[in-house]
């Protein structure tokens, strides 16, 4: 169907098409752009990625019929969403920005009476794209449960001895010095803890699985005990400060990449995640003052 085919149509019609025009075109160079990133490790992954391009771009193909313009695509977006393919993985790069397109999913609606097409490729943006990426097959979200193990263990149980020892010791070096011993220690065992349950499990990616865990857990250890190094020794106070402000942008961020990723609720596991971590900091704080102050340690 050509231009001269189509109604007449008003200028805010033009104007939204356009919007929509250029979005799918930069789509399109994106989910191929994606493809080519991960074509050698997973072609199949990489077909999935090169039909759904072939669906935006044959939805740009019908918003140019109105428009008879052609579009170009967002270069600042391309190159943003394929780092973060590379930086966060695929999946979530490519499923976070199908959630951006339900907001420019509203206006199709103002389009139903002027624009015929405008209810089917919405029921495409709504069903049939889902779907292609719910094929997506990505082999770092086969071990978020070991990176949830090692994240949560390392929350846990670290903010509460950091908390614990703050109140305790009062010494930002003494502090930093004690969390390096029990974080080293602890990311070992929860690591090889890991490795000897997935072997009784019979599985074969027992390695894989503990060096998830294992690392999750160590950058987890580095994060909270990085105020603790930086700042005076004096200044526990803001070292604690800081450390509760690190651990709710933690899990924040991984609750937030592991909810689009996987498609689950952020706001349930946020607060889960948070109310335990935060809960057993407060709890350590009373047992570090309490010890403190019934044996008499000063340090």
Same mark, same amino acid.
């Given at each position: 169907?050509?231009?001269?085919?189509?109604?007449?149509?008003?200028?805010?019609?033009?104007?939204?098409?356009?919007? #929509?025009?250029?979005?799918?075109?930069?789509?399109?160079?994106?989910?191929?752009?994606?493809?080519?990133?991960?074509?050698?490790?997973?072609?199949?992954?990489?077909?999935?990625?090169?039909?759904?391009?072939?669906?935006?771009?044959?939805?740009?193909?019908?918003?140019? /019929? &109105?428009?008879? !313009?052609?579009?170009?695509?967002?270069?600042?977006?391309?190159?943003? !969403?394929?780092?973060?393919?590379?930086?966060?993985?695929?999946?979530?790069?490519?499923?976070?920005?199908?959630?951006?397109?339900?907001?420019?999913?509203?206006? &199709?609606?103002?389009?139903?009476?002027?624009?015929?097409?405008?209810?089917?490729?919405?029921?495409?943006?709504?069903?049939?794209?889902?779907?292609?990426?719910?094929?997506?097959?990505e082999e770092?979200?086969?071990?978020?449960?070991?990176?949830?193990?090692?994240?949560?263990?390392?929350?846990?149980?670290?903010?509460?001895?950091?908390?614990?020892l703050t109140?305790?010791?009062?010494?930002?070096?003494?502090?930093?010095?004690?969390?390096?011993?029990?974080?080293?220690?602890?990311?070992? /065992?929860?690591?090889?803890?890991?490795?000897?349950?997935?072997?009784?499990?019979?599985?074969?990616?027992? #390695?894989? /699985?503990?060096?998830? !865990?294992? @690392?999750?857990?160590?950058? !987890?250890?580095?994060?909270?005990i990085l105020? &603790?190094?930086?700042?005076?020794?004096?200044?526990?106070?803001?070292?604690?400060?800081?450390?509760?402000?690190?651990?709710?942008?933690?899990?924040?961020?991984?609750?937030?990449?592991?909810? %689009?990723?996987?498609?689950?609720?952020?706001?349930?596991?946020?607060?889960?995640?948070?109310? @335990?971590?935060?809960?057993?900091? %407060? @709890? /350590?704080?009373?047992?570090?003052?309490?010890?403190?102050?019934?044996?008499?340690?000063?340090?």
């Amino acid at each position: 169907m050509t231009k001269q085919e189509h109604r007449p149509i008003s200028e805010k019609t033009r104007a939204l098409l356009e919007r #929509l025009q250029r979005n799918e075109c930069t789509e399109q160079l994106i989910y191929n752009r994606v493809a080519d990133l991960v074509e050698k490790k997973s072609p199949a992954n990489a077909a999935v990625l090169r039909q759904v391009a072939d669906e935006e771009g044959r939805h740009a193909k019908i918003w140019q /019929s &109105y428009t008879g !313009t052609q579009a170009q695509p967002n270069l600042h977006k391309v190159r943003r !969403t394929v780092l973060a393919a590379r930086l966060l993985g695929f999946t979530f790069a490519m499923k976070q920005m199908e959630n951006g397109e339900e907001k420019a999913q509203r206006i &199709y609606a103002d389009l139903y009476a002027e624009i015929p097409e405008a209810a089917a490729i919405r029921a495409d943006e709504e069903r049939h794209e889902a779907a292609l990426l719910e094929l997506l097959d990505e082999e770092r979200l086969h071990y978020v449960g070991s990176m949830v193990l090692g994240l949560n263990d390392a929350l846990v149980e670290l903010t509460g001895t950091l908390a614990g020892l703050t109140f305790a010791m009062q010494n930002n070096r003494l502090v930093a010095l004690s969390g390096l011993i029990t974080g080293a220690s602890a990311t070992l /065992s929860m690591a090889s803890s890991e490795y000897l349950s997935a072997r009784s499990e019979g599985r074969g990616d027992a #390695l894989k /699985s503990s060096s998830y !865990t294992g @690392i999750a857990y160590l950058l !987890t250890v580095a994060l909270l005990i990085l105020p &603790y190094l930086l700042l005076p020794a004096g200044a526990w106070l803001a070292s604690l400060a800081i450390l509760l402000v690190t651990v709710v942008l933690i899990i924040a961020g991984f609750t937030y990449y592991v909810s %689009v990723a996987q498609g689950l609720s952020f706001r349930r596991r946020f607060s889960e995640m948070a109310a @335990i971590s935060l809960g057993v900091a %407060v @709890i /350590s704080f009373v047992i570090g003052l309490l010890v403190k102050q019934f044996l008499g340690i000063d340090l």
